[in-house]
């Protein structure tokens, strides 16, 4: 059985590691222009299609029908080929939004939602929301409800981002400020990459419920490989593909005093694991084209902290790497959201009488106790779990191992 994804730009996409999942069928990309879509239909043997940007209204005139929510919403994201050849176009998106709904726990009735965004997801979200009860507003650039007049809507208690902005690669940007809105009980953003966006980092300090869009996209891919294989998936399936699928594209930060081990525990987990290894510090002397005792003595710690920061926020929008930071990465508060957007935080702690000195710049100006008394705060900050390096560097790797698969 052949299936596949068409859209104009699908080097990203996590669709065929989930159909891989679901079922026992071919999964092609499909990456096409708008012209040429005709001659994609016309020659291409396919059991079922899935439909992303920017096509889910453009191949709506080569289905033979629609179903009642594709209909009704005027956009397909699946495509299934009956025996007869007739082509009926799906709105899994639908049932994707209601599961991530249910699953983020929010009561929608009565309440006011905001979807940001009146693409084909943001009137699919609202459509939802609206069946539910809730008084859906659609916050779109050029509508009437738009960014400018957003005070009008600070009651709202959901507030669902539709758009790609903050979508990788373009981390760090949020498509609103969520200062004013006091109400708030939870905000989803439909976006996977990063797993965190801004919004959700914003959400998720003021202490609000949040989530990401990975539920949706495993959802919708559920609904439609139903379609494919005519057969029932259980919920279980979609939760065990979400545990995979979110350890799989989440980085291992290891943060540390220097000497703690980050770069060879590190080098060794990723060994392991089969996932890349990046060493900032390496990044970094890349970037001056000079060693880090060089940065130091010639340009001064504060440049070199400007330099560590201007690198964890490139290379830590990358997804399921291994990433070993210099000691000091915590004392700028930015950093702490680029390493969180996308990864576990594992703070390496070594005893510091087995700490080796030699060739680390800092310890020239402090002592290692002084050091340690001033991060130790900020490494508990940023740390999502801590791991005891009190044995050989193998022991902290299986420790690490198993602290993945219990939390
Ligand atoms: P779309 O049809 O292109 O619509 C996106 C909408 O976002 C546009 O219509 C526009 O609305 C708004 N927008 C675009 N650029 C913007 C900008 N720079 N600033 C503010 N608003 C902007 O795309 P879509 O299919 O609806 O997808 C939207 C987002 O949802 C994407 O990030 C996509 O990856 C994600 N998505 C996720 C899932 C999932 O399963 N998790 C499923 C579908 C979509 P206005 O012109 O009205 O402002």
Request: net charge negative.
């Amino acid at each position: 059985m052949i299936c596949g994804l068409l859209g104009e730009k699908l080097g990203h996409s996590y669709s065929p590691m989930i159909h891989s999942y679901f079922g026992d069928y071919e999964y092609n990309l499909y990456e096409r222009s708008a012209d040429q879509l005709a001659k994609f239909f016309a020659t291409t043997k396919f059991r079922g299609i899935n439909v992303t940007m920017p096509f889910k209204k453009a191949v709506i005139p080569y289905c033979t029908r629609l179903s009642a929510s594709a209909e009704k919403l005027g956009s397909v994201n699946t495509i299934v080929r009956q025996t007869n050849g007739d082509l009926v176009g799906h709105n899994t998106d639908y049932f994707g939004f209601l599961s991530m709904l249910k699953k983020s726990g929010f009561q929608a009735a009565g309440k006011k939602a905001l979807v940001l965004g009146s693409g084909g997801a943001g009137i699919t979200a609202a459509a939802v929301l609206d069946e539910l009860g809730a008084d859906a507003v659609i916050i779109s650039r050029s509508g009437d409800n738009n960014y400018q007049n957003l005070d009008k809507h600070h009651d709202a208690a959901l507030i669902v981002n539709a758009t790609p902005v903050g979508m990788y690669p373009n981390n760090g940007a949020s498509p609103i400020n969520l200062d004013p809105f006091l109400h708030l009980e939870c905000v989803l953003d439909l976006i996977y990459n990063p797993a965190r966006t801004k919004l959700l980092l914003d959400a998720e300090a003021r202490g609000i419920a949040c989530q990401n869009g990975l539920w949706m996209l495993i959802s919708q891919a559920r609904q439609a490989a139903e379609l494919f294989m005519g057969e029932p998936i259980g919920e279980q399936l979609v939760a065990d593909i979400y545990q995979k699928l979110s350890s799989q594209c989440e980085n291992m930060v290891l943060i540390g005093m220097p000497g703690a081990g980050k770069s060879t525990i590190g080098k060794l987990l990723a060994q392991k694991l089969n996932k890349p290894f990046i060493d900032t510090d390496a990044q970094i002397e890349a970037l001056a084209n000079k060693s880090i005792a060089e940065i130091f003595s010639q340009d001064g710690e504060e440049m070199f902290r400007a330099l560590e920061s201007q690198v964890l926020a490139d290379l830590c929008k990358c997804s399921g790497h291994v990433i070993a930071t210099g000691g000091g990465c915590i004392t700028k508060a930015e950093n702490f959201t680029y390493l969180h957007q996308n990864s576990k935080i594992y703070w390496l702690q070594r005893d510091s009488e087995k700490i080796p000195l030699e060739g680390r710049p800092l310890f020239k100006k402090y002592s290692i106790d002084e050091l340690y008394e001033a991060r130790f705060p900020l490494y508990r900050q940023f740390a999502d779990c801590v791991v005891l390096n009190d044995g050989t560097p193998e022991e902290a790797v299986e420790k690490i191992i198993s602290l993945e698969v219990t939390t």
